[in-house]
């Protein structure tokens, strides 16, 4: 397990935690993407524990299937577009977990593509 510290960044672009009120999306297809992404995050060694629960980082082609599984759902569609000192990112909100997220530009501007989702669970 690393630090929260480390994962703060991306998770500081979630809403404040607010994501936790929400209900969790349960659809199939969904929990199947949703367990893919906490294997990957274990097998990684991208696991976070913080102080109310755990954050979970998946990447790549595991986290690019959940974003476009969002995007294909269309429920809760609240894509938004956060720039922060690592880049630029587009975040799609994973119902009452977290978000996934594609980088879309790198911090001097310049366009680059990698995927990312940040799951939290709660203890």
């Known amino acids: 397990?690393?630090?929260?510290?480390a994962l703060a960044v991306v998770i500081g672009l979630m809403a404040g935690g607010g994501a936790r009120a929400q209900t969790t999306d349960v659809a199939p297809q969904m929990l199947?993407?949703?367990?893919?992404c906490l294997?990957?995050?274990?097998?990684?060694?991208?696991?976070?524990?913080?102080?109310?629960?755990?954050?979970?980082?998946?990447?790549?082609?595991?986290?690019?299937?959940?974003?476009?599984?969002?995007e294909r759902?269309?429920?809760?569609?609240?894509?938004?577009?956060?720039?922060?000192e690592i880049g630029a990112f587009?975040?799609?909100?994973?119902?009452?977990?977290?978000?996934?997220?594609?980088?879309v530009e790198d911090e001097l501007g310049r366009p680059v593509s990698a995927f990312g989702c940040d799951v939290f669970v709660a203890y």
Not at 32 to 36: N, P
Not at 60 to 69: C, I, K, M, P, V
Not at 73 to 84: A, C, F, M, S, T
Not at 90 to 103: A, D, E, K, S, Y
């Open 1 to 5: 397990m690393k630090s929260a510290g």
């Open 32 to 36: 199947t993407r949703y367990a893919w």
């Open 39 to 70: 294997e990957q995050a274990r097998q990684d060694d991208a696991v976070y524990p913080g102080q109310t629960g755990v954050g979970y980082r998946c990447v790549g082609d595991t986290a690019a299937s959940y974003f476009n599984e969002l």
């Open 73 to 84: 759902r269309g429920r809760d569609q609240k894509e938004i577009l956060v720039h922060n």
């Open 90 to 103: 587009l975040l799609r909100p994973i119902t009452g977990v977290g978000n996934c997220w594609r980088q």
